[in-house]
């Protein structure tokens, strides 16, 4: 019986879906803790490839119960398109999909706001709603999947909360305002096709892993999008690291059996803020168009750069990680020599820590190692000894200089494109 937390180790778009889809295979229930339809989680299998925002990517494996716990922010309008587009692969959500009578739920007026707060102050958000919406739960003003099902309390819920975004809307943004009654008659609508949903999560995972059920935990984003770990401001709204699984499901730490790093083999980030070893230049943009490093939720593309070993140390110390999956080694196929980042140089000094401080961050020079590549394709290896060896010093190297473990090796986006180490 396991209970793991799956999290991302750098600025998201890892391969978690990827990774998450070859578990389930073992895991009776997947969970996802934080987040929202921010999160695009891509699983192909067999020529079908599948974008998940809001459900667990356990999802396409028939047998297996998908949550959907209180720490995440949910849009029902996207989940009912995502239902919509797995019902039309033969993907039946119905008797094992199930939300948190908890989890906040995502409104017009937080997308408004998004849209809105990125004119002034540029994040680079997915425009999902997601910070807002975070805002609303923390100022306890927010709207749960519960009270969607209690009519005189949505109702009242949604017309005290369109006023007072109306008065900052008209008055601080110069917008026209929004209007309650649209709201409302939407909202209304989700109560009948939503109201299957409904669960008991804290009891049904309880029991469950009472019952010795095997339960995973899937992150969202990153340890470097973590509103407490990342580089703040530049950052998500919620907790990915593994304290996030905790809360934003309803299980306690004393039930967590193992924590799993998902660990991309180069690094990558959408999005503004800083990104000590990204290149601005042929080898960056070769990675990009190898990786396919293009947005699964916008679209957009991904900045890329060399593998940091400072970084992921840091990752591995906040998420306490057990082992990794190492994702996307097969990008590295073509490269004569790769870099990785082994310190940085913080104004003339040499530092073996993530900074604290956005300028720190900022101003980090790195200081690259360089070894051989493999020139190579490894999209067809099967085992941990069909790689190549100098892919081999490769993952040595990064799990020595970052103190992690590899678990799992993905030379692919299919499922038969991943093995694991002995
Ligand atoms: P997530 O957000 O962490 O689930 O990751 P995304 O789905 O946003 O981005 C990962 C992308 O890489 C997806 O397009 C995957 O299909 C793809 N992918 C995952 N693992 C591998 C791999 O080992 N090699 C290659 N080439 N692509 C991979
Ligand atoms: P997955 O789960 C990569 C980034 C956005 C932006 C910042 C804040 O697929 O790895 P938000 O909309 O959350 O307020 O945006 O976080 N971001 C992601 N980057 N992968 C994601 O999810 C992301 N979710 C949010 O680009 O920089
Ligand atoms: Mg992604």
Not at 224 to 247: E, K
Not at 279 to 291: A, Q, V
Not at 306 to 318: F, N, P
Request: aromatic fraction near 8%; charge should be negative.
């Amino acid at each position: 019986m396991s209970v793991t937390v799956l999290v991302g180790s750098q600025w998201g778009d890892e391969g978690k879906g990827k990774i998450v889809d070859i578990l389930s295979e073992d895991y009776q229930i997947v969970v996802r803790y934080q987040g929202g339809a921010n999160a695009g989680h891509t699983v192909e299998v067999g020529d079908q490839k599948y974008v998940l925002h809001l459900i667990p990517s356990g999802i396409l494996r028939d047998d297996v119960i998908c949550i959907v716990g209180n720490g995440v922010v949910l849009d029902p309008e996207a989940l009912l398109k995502e239902i919509d587009v797995l019902a039309k692969n033969n993907i039946n959500v119905e008797g094992r999909f199930f939300i948190s009578d908890q989890t906040h739920l995502i409104m017009p007026y937080h997308k408004i706001f998004d849209s809105i707060q990125e004119k002034e102050k540029k994040i680079g958000t997915t425009g999902r709603g997601i910070g807002p919406c975070y805002v609303d739960k923390y100022s306890r003003k927010g709207i749960r999947f519960c009270d969607l099902f209690e009519t005189e309390t949505l109702i009242a819920k949604i017309k005290e909360n369109v006023k007072e975004k109306n008065v900052i809307l008209k008055n601080i943004y110069d917008h026209p305002g929004i209007n309650a009654e649209e709201i409302i008659t939407q909202y209304l609508q989700y109560q009948e096709l939503l109201k299957s949903y409904r669960k008991d999560v804290i009891s049904f995972l309880s029991d469950s892993i009472t019952a010795g059920k095997s339960v995973l935990l899937e992150g969202a984003q990153g340890a470097f999008l973590d509103i407490d770990f990342g580089t703040y401001p530049f950052v998500t709204s919620s907790n990915p690291t593994s304290g996030g699984a905790c809360t934003g499901s309803g299980i306690p730490p004393t039930k967590i059996t193992d924590v799993i790093g998902i660990v991309k083999a180069y690094t990558t980030r959408v999005g503004e803020g800083p990104f000590p070893t990204e290149l601005i230049n042929e080898t960056g943009e070769k990675l990009r168009s190898i990786g396919n490093e293009f947005g699964a939720t916008t679209g957009r593309a991904r900045r890329c750069g060399w593998y940091d070993a400072t970084l992921v140390k840091h990752s591995v110390t906040v998420n306490g990680i057990d082992s990794v999956a190492i994702t996307k080694l097969d990008v590295l196929d073509s490269f004569e020599e790769i870099n990785v980042c082994t310190a940085y140089l913080l104004n003339g000094e040499k530092i073996n820590h993530f900074p604290s401080t956005i300028e720190n961050i900022k101003s980090v020079i790195p200081i690259y190692e360089t070894l051989p590549g493999w020139n190579q394709d490894i999209t067809k290896c099967k085992s941990y000894s069909e790689l190549p060896k100098n892919t081999v010093d490769y993952l040595n190297f990064i799990s020595e200089k970052s103190g992690f473990k590899v678990k799992i090796i993905s030379v692919g986006p299919r499922r038969d494109q991943t093995f694991f180490v002995d």
